[in-house]
C-alpha cells in the first residue's frame, strides 16, 4: 500500500512538469543559425481605404472605411481607383498629407507610433477619417 502510493506519487511528479519547463512552441535550433527565441513575427500588414463620391450631395462623400484599425509599422494605402474627382488624406495634425490624389491614383503612409490619428480631405473638409494605430 505505501509502496503503491510513493509510485503514484511520482508518476503525479512527472505528469504535473509546470508548463514554463515545457519547451516554448515556436522555438528552436536551426542548423547554421543557432538558437532561434521563441518571438513570433508579424509582417506589417497594408490596409486600403478607398473614397465614396459618386453621390449628386458631396456632402454625403465618405471614406470607406471611415475608421481603420492597424499595427504600428503598418501601411495604408489610399486608392482613388473610381473615384469622381481629386481628393486629399491630411491629418488633422497636420504629420501627413497626401496632397491631390487624381482619380486612379493611390497614396500610401506608413504609422510608426501609437495612437488615433484623425484626418479629413483638404478640399471636402467634412470627409473625415480616423486610423486607430494599435502598439
Ligand atoms: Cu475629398
Redesign the pocket.
Known amino acids: 500500500m505505501k509502496r503503491s502510493s510513493l509510485m503514484l506519487a511520482a508518476l503525479a511528479a512527472v505528469l504535473f512538469v509546470p508548463a514554463a519547463a515545457a519547451v516554448p512552441a515556436h522555438a528552436g535550433v536551426v542548423p547554421g543559425v543557432g538558437a532561434v527565441p521563441n518571438v513570433q513575427y508579424v509582417a506589417p500588414a497594408n490596409h486600403v481605404v478607398k473614397?465614396a463620391?459618386t453621390d449628386r450631395d458631396?456632402q454625403k462623400?465618405t471614406w470607406v472605411p471611415e475608421q481603420v484599425t492597424v499595427k504600428v509599422g503598418d501601411t495604408v494605402t489610399w486608392d482613388m481607383t473610381g473615384a469622381q474627382?481629386?481628393?486629399?488624406a491630411t491629418a488633422d495634425n497636420a504629420s501627413w498629407d497626401s496632397g491631390y490624389m487624381n482619380p486612379g491614383a493611390k497614396w500610401t503612409h506608413t504609422f510608426t507610433a501609437a495612437g488615433d490619428v484623425p484626418y479629413h480631405?483638404?478640399?471636402?473638409p467634412w470627409?473625415k477619417g480616423v486610423i486607430h494605430v494599435t502598439p
Not at 474627382?85 to 486629399?88: E, L, N, W
Not at 480631405?121 to 471636402?124: L, W
Open positions: 473614397v463620391d458631396p462623400w474627382v481629386a481628393h486629399t480631405c483638404t478640399p471636402h470627409k
